[in-house]
């Protein structure tokens, strides 16, 4: 066994030995479909922070989790899963909704990219709004839409209060905006911490908040799509 192989199977030990315990697995579960602070994840579990610290300190020993800080309040910090790092579990269970909404602040790029990829690879209708909406999509955004064959419409950004009342089902809001998370608090049943691509404003950054956004619908999509 050569230096390279060894490492592999030492880390592969290790991320078996920190899914070995039923606390742990239930974080996996949770941040297999969203970001979430430690304090949500406490709430969620019904596990006291103390101990929450420490699962959270095995795992990210272990490479399965990762934590960075908020593009909003720069006091909270996300976990989110490693890509790639364990076998992709069943996944939660999650209610099939009437429509999926996604928010951001200004709705003016990742929510209407997400919203693009999400009519892509679901049926079930799909929205976007903002918790403090722009004048206009941003023209980055558009142009990464068209360099990925997706449907993006250029519409006028909308406050979330104006999306109106689905049909079939509760809406399921996803926040792909720390700060928009963080406004909207419990109101978003899932939040995929994706940096903004605006602030930066390169053909990179856009085209990196696309492949993370088109990798978390890729996971969602088949768990609501499934009978609940």
């Given at each position: 066994?050569?230096?390279?192989q060894?490492?592999?199977?030492?880390?592969?030990?290790?991320?078996?030995?920190?899914?070995?315990?039923?606390?742990?697995?239930?974080?996996?579960?949770?941040?297999?479909?969203?970001d979430?602070?430690?304090?949500?994840?406490?709430?969620?579990?019904?596990?006291?922070?103390?101990?929450?610290?420490?699962h959270?300190?095995?795992?990210?020993?272990?490479?399965?989790?990762?934590?960075?800080?908020?593009?909003?309040d720069?006091?909270?910090?996300?976990?989110?899963?490693?890509?790639?790092?364990?076998?992709?579990?069943?996944?939660?269970?999650?209610?099939?909704?009437?429509?999926?909404?996604?928010?951001?602040?200004?709705?003016?790029a990742r929510?209407?990219?997400?919203?693009?990829?999400?009519?892509?690879?679901?049926?079930?209708?799909?929205t976007?709004?903002?918790?403090?909406?722009?004048?206009?999509?941003?023209?980055?955004?558009?142009?990464?839409?068209?360099?990925?064959?997706?449907?993006l419409?250029?519409?006028a950004?909308?406050?979330?209060s104006?999306i109106?009342?689905?049909?079939?089902g509760?809406?399921?809001?996803?926040?792909?905006?720390?700060?928009?998370?963080?406004?909207?608090?419990?109101?978003?049943?899932?939040?995929?911490?994706?940096?903004?691509?605006?602030?930066?404003?390169?053909?990179?950054?856009?085209?990196?908040a696309?492949?993370?956004l088109?990798?978390?619908?890729?996971?969602?999509?088949?768990?609501?799509?499934?009978?609940?």
């Amino acid at each position: 066994m050569n230096i390279e192989q060894s490492l592999d199977l030492d880390r592969r030990v290790a991320v078996h030995a920190a899914l070995a315990d039923p606390t742990r697995l239930r974080v996996v579960d949770l941040l297999s479909v969203g970001d979430a602070a430690s304090s949500e994840l406490s709430v969620r579990l019904g596990t006291p922070s103390n101990l929450l610290a420490h699962h959270l300190k095995v795992l990210e020993g272990a490479g399965v989790v990762t934590r960075h800080r908020s593009e909003g309040d720069g006091r909270r910090s996300y976990w989110r899963l490693v890509p790639g790092t364990v076998v992709p579990a069943p996944g939660p269970s999650l209610a099939r909704p009437g429509r999926v909404v996604f928010v951001c602040t200004a709705n003016t790029a990742r929510s209407h990219l997400a919203a693009a990829l999400w009519r892509r690879a679901s049926a079930i209708p799909v929205t976007s709004a903002g918790t403090r909406p722009a004048t206009r999509v941003a023209a980055a955004a558009r142009a990464t839409a068209r360099r990925h064959h997706l449907d993006l419409p250029d519409v006028a950004p909308q406050h979330l209060s104006a999306i109106g009342t689905p049909t079939g089902g509760e809406d399921l809001l996803v926040t792909v905006c720390d700060l928009a998370h963080e406004e909207l608090g419990t109101d978003a049943a899932l939040h995929w911490s994706v940096p903004d691509p605006v602030a930066a404003g390169t053909r990179a950054a856009f085209d990196l908040a696309h492949d993370e956004l088109a990798r978390r619908v890729e996971v969602l999509a088949p768990l609501l799509a499934r009978p609940s």
